[in-house]
Each structure stands twice: as structure tokens, then as C-alpha cells.
């Protein structure tokens, strides 16, 4: 079967720098994806990691270790704005997301 | 340029009733996917189409089909609706058959009662 894990919440404050985990286990592994969901909103793409190694794309972060199953979203100078739910996901082939359940990260002043 | 748009949002059903939910990808995409999200849960697959074809399916019950049209858009057919088909059901395009950057519309409420 296919399943990921990542913590269901996490609180910061603004400025901050907070670190969401993401353990996956799946067959046919192409890569890891971070999609940001604000309530009532569609899912939007933050980055992608197909090799170990980490990705910046500004204030954002992403890492893997393939050899882990392992990967995180690195979030640097936390604003309000930053208050929504961040999903993993794995892709499994074509453009089939296997996401997982969500960390709602709380921002706070 | 416009984004993924999904018709209707909201949709109320009875049980055992049948729906039909709309997508329209971004224009020059040729891939559409649709997604099942529950609230508080991610988004599940359901399936994909490229160029008309039926890329993937997701573990979903036959109840579920859907089809992709000449011009990329794409149509979710759901039968036989049961309670637990309520849901966000949302849509990502993206241009190639295979992509990590999928665009996600606004989705379409459904709620079955």
C-alpha cells in the first residue's frame, strides 16, 4: 500500500521558522511534492524534490532523502499569510498525487 | 490567463441520484486529473486523462467514471450517490502527461442527502 505521515498541526509565530516532516511508504516513487490549501481555497504547488537534496524557492524550503522515505517543508520568516494547511505528496506515476492527511499550520502574532 | 474553472460549486443531491461535475483546464493543458478531498483529509485520487485518454484510476467504485473532451475539458460522472460522496471534488490540469506541478480549480462542493 501506499501511505504518508506528517504531524496534524503545528503552531509558530510570525517571523519564525517552522520545519513540517513527511515520512511516506509507496511503491513506484517519482518523486515528493508540497502543495499549501488555505481553508475554503484549491491546493497550490510550493515545490517538488525528485533527488535527495534541498530545493529553495524563496522564504520556502524542501527537502528529501529517498534513502529515508523522509522529506520536509522548511518555512522561513512566517507571516499571517502562511496560516493554511500544507499537504506531502508522492508521485506515483503520471500525474497521480498520493497526498497526505494535512498539517494545519497556526501563525501567530 | 484564466485558471482551472469548475462548474457548479455547490451541488445539493439526494441519495441515490446522479451528478455530473465540469472542468476546464488551463488553456494548453492537456491533462486533467480529479480529486476526491473530504473535509479535514488530503485530496484522493481519482483519475487522470491526457489527450482523451484514461491515464489512471484510483480506488474508486465503478459508480465513479468520467471522461476528457476534444478540448480538454473534462466531465465527473458520480451514480448511485451514497452519503459518504460528499466531498470537495476538485480538478488539476497541468500541460505534460506527467508533472509534479499540478493547477488546482476551485473545486465543486457536493453534498449528498
Known amino acids: 500500500g501506499q501511505s504518508l505521515e506528517q504531524p496534524s498541526e503545528v503552531t509558530a509565530v510570525e517571523g519564525a521558522i517552522v520545519q513540517i516532516n513527511c515520512t511516506y511508504q509507496?511503491?513506484?516513487?517519482?518523486?515528493l511534492s508540497w502543495y499549501q490549501q488555505h481553508d475554503g481555497g484549491a491546493p497550490t504547488f510550493l515545490s517538488y524534490?525528485?533527488?535527495?537534496g534541498l530545493e529553495e524557492t524563496g522564504r520556502f524550503s524542501s527537502f528529501l532523502s529517498r534513502s529515508d522515505s523522509y522529506g520536509y517543508l522548511l518555512l522561513q520568516e512566517l507571516q499571517m499569510k502562511d496560516s493554511a494547511s500544507y499537504f506531502c505528496?508522492?508521485?506515483?506515476?503520471?500525474?497521480?498525487?498520493?497526498f497526505g492527511a494535512g498539517t494545519r499550520l497556526a501563525v501567530h502574532p | 490567463d484564466a485558471g482551472v474553472t469548475q462548474s457548479p460549486t455547490h451541488l445539493i443531491k439526494t441519495r441515490g441520484q446522479q451528478v455530473t461535475l465540469r472542468c476546464s483546464p488551463i488553456?494548453?493543458?492537456?491533462?486533467v486529473s480529479w480529486y476526491q478531498q473530504v473535509l479535514g483529509q488530503g485530496p484522493q485520487f481519482i483519475f487522470q486523462?491526457?489527450?482523451?485518454?484514461?491515464?489512471g484510476r484510483g480506488n474508486f467504485p465503478d459508480r465513479f467514471s468520467a471522461r476528457q473532451f476534444p478540448n480538454y475539458s473534462s466531465e465527473l460522472n458520480v451514480n448511485a450517490l451514497l452519503l459518504g460522496d460528499s466531498a470537495l471534488y476538485l480538478c488539476?490540469?497541468?500541460?505534460?502527461?506527467?508533472?509534479?506541478?499540478?493547477?488546482f480549480g476551485p473545486g465543486t462542493r457536493l453534498t449528498v442527502t
Open positions: 488539476a490540469s497541468s500541460p505534460w502527461e506527467s508533472s509534479p506541478e499540478q493547477y
Open positions: 509507496t511503491s513506484g516513487f517519482y518523486g
Open positions: 524534490n525528485a533527488l535527495d
Open positions: 505528496a508522492v508521485s506515483g506515476g503520471y500525474n497521480k498525487l498520493i
Open positions: 488553456s494548453g493543458h492537456k491533462s
Open positions: 486523462y491526457y489527450e482523451k485518454e484514461e491515464r
